[in-house]
């Protein structure tokens, strides 16, 4: 890259909370979900997934 920094300013120390849940029903459907906070001084992240499958 040109020796180009690449500086993303993500703090070294941070907290993280994360959880999440799955569900299937008997036809084959199922469905998932989660949530991802991160915390800092001056920084914070908030990341959510969702998703759905389905088996035969």
Known sequence: M??????????RNRGE???GASLKFANG???WGGLS???ASGYHQTSVQVG???NW
Do not use: H, K, T
């Open 37 to 39: 906070l991160q915390n």
């Open 52 to 54: 759905m499958s389905y």
């Open 17 to 19: 909370f994360s959880g």
């Open 29 to 31: 459907i199922g469905a």
């Open 2 to 11: 040109n020796d180009e920094v690449v500086d993303v300013r993500v703090p």
